[in-house]
């Protein structure tokens, strides 16, 4: 895959003497591409067990651009404190695709799930339109954990939520996402909802259990550097420089000026 991808990059220069591409770059080179290149590395085995979310089960399923689903849906139409389902980067564990094509369903035995966001100049976005103080890791958080309590699991089961980003990526602080800040957060969400005068099943079933599974979720903050270095693949590494030289903001979007 990481060779074809290249491949389609030299195929799409043209002019010798100062080479343009036939296309925006960032079609190949992205954030999105990258995290599929090292899943299908970790998949294989590459990189050890250097980070605890690693090795994968085995047998374990990948998907990309999967959706969580969320449990703040609509209520009735026009229901101005609800989200639509949460879009992963990466998703690996045991689960199925529901008939919306996209939609991840976990198994009532699953024994993992692990969802990765990727980012690598860009920030963690701060909300969503009707809720913009619950930024992107709480409400990952929160989606992922109403996936394990949906799915009512039998056994035992390690969850992981995974941020990679870039190590010169002055818009992200590990810090800022700590557990107490992800619980905050969803506490927050949920109250509008459990106080309605008839709140859903939907959110019944996750207040009673969300805070039990966020004890048991495991959060990781990783650099791509820590990631690729793990891997030790030259070409990965060529891939990322590339993502990073078509992906770098100017000097004028960088935090401080």
Not at 15 to 26: D, G, I, S
Not at 27 to 38: A, D, K, T, Y
Not at 171 to 183: C, F, R
Not at 208 to 225: I, S
């Amino acid at each position: 895959m990481l060779k074809q991808l290249l491949g389609v990059y030299e195929a799409g220069l043209v002019n010798r003497e100062a080479p343009k591409c036939l296309f925006p770059e960032t079609l190949v080179f992205n954030e999105g591409w990258l995290l599929r290149l090292v899943l299908r590395e970790w998949l294989a085995g590459s990189g050890g067990s250097r980070f605890g979310f690693l090795p994968f089960p085995e047998g374990a399923t990948a998907y990309t651009e999967g959706q969580l689903y969320t449990p703040f849906k609509a209520r009735c139409r026009g229901d101005e404190l609800a989200e639509s389902h949460t879009h992963v980067d990466g998703i690996v564990g045991d689960f199925s695709i529901s008939g919306t094509k996209s939609g991840i369903e976990l198994k009532p035995d699953f024994r993992y799930i692990a969802a990765f966001e990727a980012k690598i100049f860009s920030r963690i976005a701060p909300g969503v339109t009707n809720t913009p103080g619950f930024d992107q890791v709480s409400r990952t958080a929160a989606c992922l954990i109403n996936s394990v309590l949906l799915a009512q699991p039998q056994a035992s089961y390690s969850a992981h939520l995974v941020v990679v980003y870039a190590k010169d990526n002055r818009h992200i602080d590990p810090g800022a996402y700590g557990k107490g800040h992800i619980e905050d957060e969803i506490t927050q969400r949920v109250q509008p909802f459990v106080r309605a005068k008839e709140p859903s099943e939907a959110i019944v079933r996750f207040d009673a259990g969300w805070k039990d599974v966020l004890q048991r979720l495991h959060v990781w903050f990783l650099t791509w550097e820590e990631v690729l270095g793990s891997i030790g693949s030259d070409e990965l590494w060529r891939f990322y420089e590339l993502c990073k030289s078509f992906a770098r903001p100017s000097a004028a979007a960088l935090p401080g000026r």
